[in-house]
């Protein structure tokens, strides 16, 4: 099982350049348009060079979150979870 730390919470138009292929993927495999306010949590995945994305207004709770990383086999570290926590809408 892989580890996923928070690498940043970003709006979309703040979104540095090195993850916009990441985003733009995960936008495509959700059939999603893109806005310039959507609030993108990106979480890097310890041992790889990869990264997961999180549009953080597709989330109910944190516990869809650990849902969808263990689908990938990956876990969200405890500071990363308290974090997002704060980020999720409920």
Excluded at 21 to 37: G, H, L, S, W
Excluded at 53 to 65: G, P, Q, R, T, W
Excluded at 68 to 88: D, F, P, Q, R
């Amino acid at each position: 099982m892989f580890i996923a730390t928070l690498g940043g919470i970003f709006k979309f138009r703040d979104l540095p350049e090195e993850y916009g292929p990441y985003v733009q993927f995960k936008a495509t495999i959700e059939k999603r348009d893109i806005t310039d306010d959507d609030e993108i949590a990106i979480l890097d995945i310890t041992g790889t060079d990869s990264h997961h994305v999180l549009f953080l207004d597709s989330y109910n709770s944190i516990e869809e979150v650990q849902k969808e990383l263990k689908a990938a086999e990956a876990k969200v570290n405890h500071t990363t979870l308290k974090i997002l926590e704060g980020h999720i809408k409920k």
